[in-house]
């Protein structure tokens, strides 16, 4: 049976996507932060769920140490786990401090440390078969943020990361990343933010999880692509 390890599986595009992979028959390994009634239903699905704090070292390392110690083979890395911070407000130097180096870790030094931990177990055991890590980086990555500073900069981190593990890794695993602008509204997004924001883009709509999940497939059966960011933006950047 194929594993797949996916850190944030909570909510949005994480649940997505371990919601899929259990359809698939995969062994859905994942991890959540905050309790909520998705984590039960996945259990309830068969998927291993580990509580982590990333911003917590030790739980990092303890998280690292269970699946190195009972998985003897992992299928594919996706590197969901994010956080938002908005750094455009009156701050204090500690404030900015805590919010960088929150992105950092959450977005880039996790990842690193995910990667090089499970590098033996993503190694295939066949020679015409792939191991896989994804990262799920954003369309921000490429052209800033005014408001979001900090979130930007650990997303372009994530992406160089990608060019750097695709190097160290090959030919026996592929790393790629994903950038997605707008899949799917949060909840209490009113209207007026509905229509300006999609306005931001060619397509004129949000792009889905699904789109995400189409994605994250593709990668998978390609035999041929390996460090490369895969926009979803809907032609935003040709507006």
């Not at 194929?2 to 994942?30: D, M, N, S, W």
Request: charged share 20%; proline share 3%.
């Amino acid at each position: 049976m194929p594993r797949v390890v996916i850190t944030g599986v909570g909510q949005r595009l994480g649940l997505c996507l371990a919601e899929h992979f259990l359809a698939k028959q995969y062994t859905v390994i994942g991890t959540y932060r905050t309790e909520r009634g998705s984590i039960e239903k996945l259990q309830a699905k068969g998927a291993q769920l580990h509580q982590v704090d990333f911003y917590d070292q030790q739980q990092t390392q303890q998280f690292i140490a269970a699946v190195t110690s009972n998985v003897d083979a992992i299928d594919c890395l996706i590197h969901n786990a994010s956080d938002w911070h908005d750094d455009n407000g009156v701050l204090d130097f500690t404030d900015y401090h805590q919010i960088f180096s929150k992105m950092m870790t959450i977005h880039a030094e996790v990842p690193y440390q995910l990667n090089l931990a499970f590098h033996p177990l993503l190694m295939p055991k066949n020679d015409d078969q792939f191991g896989d890590i994804i990262h799920i980086s954003d369309y921000v990555a490429s052209i800033g943020s005014k408001k979001h500073v900090a979130y930007a900069a650990s997303k372009a981190v994530l992406e160089n990361l990608t060019l750097s593990f695709a190097q160290r890794f090959s030919p026996n695993i592929k790393v790629n990343a994903i950038a997605p602008a707008l899949l799917a509204f949060n909840e209490d997004d009113d209207d007026s933010y509905k229509i300006k924001a999609r306005n931001k883009s060619l397509m004129q709509t949000e792009g889905s999880f699904q789109e995400a999940v189409n994605t994250v497939e593709w990668l998978l059966a390609s035999r041929y692509i390996t460090g490369r960011t895969i926009h979803l933006d809907g032609g935003r950047h040709l507006k």
